[in-house]
């Protein structure tokens, strides 16, 4: 740049004189508009040409990147700058790594080359480095990446990335020298590089191969955890890597010095004791006097005071402490100081990326407001809100200090597809050959409101649904829905067959009355019609047809502190409604449900992404003068007992038996990553469930299984692989089920 500037100014030298300038041209200039252009290079009329007004254009044009070649010329008053522009990369191929289209799509992102963009051989050559790297982090060594370069025409080239994948390393030996009161398998908790295992081909056990980028990671790792063990004095080497080429196998060792193990003595918090009493921050501690020092406990702990501090509005605090060893007891004394700084203020909450939903939907589901002070606690949790909302798929919150008791909340959100028409299909064991038609849209016109239209068709159901749900009317605390629907249920029992049908409405409204807290009431009308067709004793059938209005009111309570909608990593879900039947209508009984659903991710303690999940329900049928056999509660299906059909248990016997009133189910699970795609898990469950007809007991079943979860387009899909594991001969059991618009 620096050489074309000054051949620029010496080709210019013997044409300056007083001459004004008539008008400017670009020539061969398609990269940037003609007002861009004008905006770079702006010049008065009857201005005097200047050398360094044009090259300072010159250099101003060069940043945009598009050009290869600028020159200048003074036509008898008329300013040419001439442009040769970089070709465009037209298309980019990457062969003999990856094969998947996202996958790929992926990679060319990563580095830097995808169609459209500027070509130049330094991006090329940068692109390069990084697919080495790439390589080496999972593994190959002595990899070799070749480039083609084609050029279609003087404007595009298409570039082609030939990749030979090297030698892949398996560690078959991890040796831990000095390592006497750690094992094996606390290391293999925390390192990214492991010894193969037996049959390492499974998804469980670990398949040996080198991450050749996370060595110089895995000693500081080993020494993290010793640290939390109270190992302060541990240190670990870099690990040594002895590699056979002749057979890409390879021993790691780590060589380390323990140390003494310490135990915390004393804790002591110096804060001012106008601010807040340091004894309400003793209790709530993770790090305990009398027990084994744990440096990650150490800092929760300070990120703790920095939090409650925080919330009284000293946004900046600082919170440092100092670990004072006693080498002679083993012991270690803790001291924390906090400068509270100034309180701030909210000056401002702006928004940005979201190119459809509205403003004022972002802003009240942020709990900091223009003039609020600050808080940490409403800060973590405004983030949390909006994940929830499910309208999009990345959520970012930034702290902008303005002075030094004012800053900017800065709200970056992605928006999410929040809307689809789905046409699809499938088969599943219970409910064979199924069809579903829908249109859903999660965030109407960017207000927030849900609606949905749906037909569900399959040889056991016909559903068809309309539903309408407003989460915070004219931006208020209050919600309303409204839900309209006809359903056909056949229900094939030992004894009988049951066709039931059901047309009705529900309409709701509701209200938050404290954070994540929210109370309401619904009220539900049901025109339902049974046509029953049994036989007794295997000697004929006979066909019983009942028709009843069911009338009821509900008034429910719920709580969410989870912080996402679709994949929540932590937080937990939990409601109760009470149903009373009876408002008008023929069925008159009382149906409580409670449910609640927790989720914590494992990542915090063992650096992985794995998510343990509990759910549990109990509902409770109390008669108060008419229950219908289509009241009864049951059991069995994807929402309360895997491995068992829908409905698999309830009334075998609508003649004999009653409805059964009592019903609880539960289950543990826990997802993992699918590879490393974001939109899939998999996971492992162990479901229990029992019902009765007025005991929880009567029956008692249980199945364990494996469920894979994908975030489709068309919505969250599972697929589940379940085993009964105490069923009787006569259960009606399901091996296999998929659920499609539902999760955990």
């Given at each position: 740049m620096k050489k074309k500037s000054i051949l620029l100014s010496i080709a210019f030298a013997s044409l300056l004189n007083a001459e004004g300038i008539k008008s400017v041209e670009y020539i061969n200039l398609t990269k940037i508009s003609p007002t861009v252009a004008k905006e770079t290079f702006s010049l008065n009329e009857d201005e005097e040409l200047s050398l360094v007004k044009i090259n300072q254009a010159v250099k101003d044009f060069y940043k945009y990147g598009y050009f290869e070649d600028i020159s200048v010329q003074n036509d008898n008053g008329v300013l040419k700058f001439f442009f040769k522009e970089k070709p465009s990369v037209a298309n980019v191929d990457i062969l003999g790594y990856k094969t998947r289209d996202k996958d790929l799509e992926g990679l060319k992102k990563q580095i830097?080359?995808?169609?459209?963009?500027?070509?130049?051989?330094?991006?090329?050559?940068?692109?390069?480095?990084?697919?080495?790297?790439?390589?080496?982090?999972?593994?190959y060594i002595n990899s070799v990446v070749e480039v083609e370069v084609e050029n279609l025409n003087e404007n595009a080239v298409s570039i082609t990335f030939n990749i030979n994948k090297g030698d892949e390393i398996v560690i078959k030996k991890v040796n831990y020298f000095g390592a006497e009161d750690l094992d094996n398998g606390d290391f293999e908790r925390v390192t990214a590089n492991k010894e193969e295992e037996f049959a390492s081909w499974f998804i469980t056990q670990n398949d040996g191969e080198l991450k050749a980028d996370q060595l110089k990671y895995d000693g500081k790792r080993i020494q993290e955890l010793y640290f939390e063990n109270g190992y302060i004095d541990a240190k670990v080497e870099n690990p040594f890597l002895e590699v056979d080429f002749a057979s890409n196998q390879a021993d790691l060792d780590f060589y380390i010095e323990e140390g003494k193990q310490y135990y915390t003595n004393k804790i002591k918090i110096y804060i001012q004791s106008e601010l807040v009493k340091p004894k309400f921050f003793y209790n709530e501690l993770k790090l305990k006097e009398d027990r084994v020092f744990n440096i990650k406990k150490l800092r929760k702990d300070a990120?703790?005071?920095?939090?409650?501090?925080?919330?009284?509005?000293?946004?900046?605090?600082?919170?440092?402490?100092?670990?004072?060893?006693?080498?002679?007891?083993?012991?270690?004394?803790?001291?924390?100081?906090?400068?509270?700084?100034?309180?701030?203020?909210?000056?401002?909450?702006?928004?940005?990326?979201?190119?459809?939903?509205l403003d004022r939907v972002?802003?009240?589901?942020?709990?900091?407001?223009?003039?609020?002070?600050?808080?940490?606690?409403?800060?973590?949790?405004?983030?949390?809100?909006?994940?929830?909302?499910?309208?999009?798929?990345?959520?970012?919150?930034?702290?902008?200090?303005?002075?030094?008791?004012?800053?900017?909340?800065v709200v970056k959100v992605k928006e999410a597809p929040t809307g689809n028409i789905i046409l699809g299909g499938g088969y599943g064991s219970y409910d064979k050959l199924m069809f579903n038609a829908s249109i859903k849209e999660k965030n109407l016109f960017g207000s927030g409101i849900a609606a949905t239209l749906t037909a569900d068709l399959s040889a056991v159901e016909t559903k068809f649904n309309l539903s309408f749900d407003n989460p915070s009317i004219r931006d208020s605390k209050f919600s309303g829905s409204f839900n309209l629907y006809n359903v056909e249920d056949e229900y094939d029992k030992s004894y009988y067959d049951l066709t039931k049908k059901t047309k009705g409405m529900s309409i709701g409204v509701g209200r938050a009355i404290m954070r994540n807290l929210y109370a309401g009431v619904k009220?539900?009308?049901?025109?339902?019609?049974?046509?029953?067709?049994?036989?007794?004793?295997?000697?004929?059938?006979?066909?019983?047809?009942?028709?009843?209005?069911?009338?009821?009111?509900?008034?429910?309570?719920?709580?969410?502190?989870?912080?996402?909608?679709?994949?929540?990593?932590?937080?937990?879900?939990?409601?109760?409604?009470?149903?009373?039947?009876?408002?008008?209508?023929?069925?008159?009984?009382?149906?409580?449900?409670?449910?609640?659903?927790?989720?914590?991710?494992?990542?915090?303690?063992?650096?992985?992404?794995?998510?343990f999940r509990y759910r549990s329900q109990i509902n409770v049928l109390l008669d108060r003068g008419r229950i219908n056999q289509g009241d009864s509660l049951y059991l069995g299906g994807t929402k309360t007992l895997r491995g068992f059909k829908s409905s698999a248990f309830g009334p075998q016997d609508p003649l004999i038996e009653e409805p059964y009133k009592k019903m609880f189910a539960n289950s543990l699970e826990l997802s993992f990553p699918f590879a490393d795609l974001t939109d899939m898990r998999w996971g492992v469950f162990y479901d229990y469930g029992m019902i009765g007809q007025n005991s929880f007991t009567d029956i008692k079943r249980s199945s364990v299984g494996a469920v894979f979860e994908w975030k489709s387009p068309f919505g969250p899909l599972q697929l589940i692989f379940a085993q009964p594991i105490d069923d009787e001969p006569t259960d009606d059991t399901s091996s296999f089920e998929f659920a499609l618009g539902s999760s955990f």
């Open positions: 830097g080359l995808s169609k459209g963009t500027m070509y130049s051989t330094e991006k090329v050559k940068k692109a390069k480095e990084e697919l080495l790297r790439e390589l080496e982090k999972e593994g990120e703790f005071i920095k939090t409650k501090i925080a919330d009284l509005g000293y946004a900046f605090a600082n919170v440092t402490y100092d670990i004072k060893k006693d080498e002679k007891n083993g012991t270690v004394d803790i001291v924390y100081r906090a400068v509270p700084g100034e309180k701030v203020y909210i000056r401002d909450v702006k928004i940005t990326g979201n190119s459809r939903t972002i802003r009240r589901n942020i709990y900091l407001a223009p003039g609020d002070l600050f808080s940490m606690t409403d800060f973590k949790e405004s983030r949390n809100k909006l994940a929830r909302t499910g309208y999009f798929d990345d959520v970012r919150i930034e702290q902008k200090r303005i002075t030094k008791d004012k800053m900017d909340l009220y539900q009308l049901d025109f339902i019609k049974e046509d029953y067709e049994y036989s007794l004793n295997y000697t004929g059938t006979q066909a019983v047809d009942q028709d009843y209005t069911s009338s009821s009111i509900i008034p429910y309570l719920s709580f969410n502190n989870t912080d996402d909608y679709y994949l929540p990593r932590y937080g937990m879900k939990a409601g109760t409604s009470l149903q009373y039947a009876g408002v008008g209508g023929d069925s008159k009984y009382i149906k409580s449900k409670t449910y609640f659903k927790y989720f914590y991710s494992l990542t915090d303690l063992y650096d992985l992404d794995w998510i």
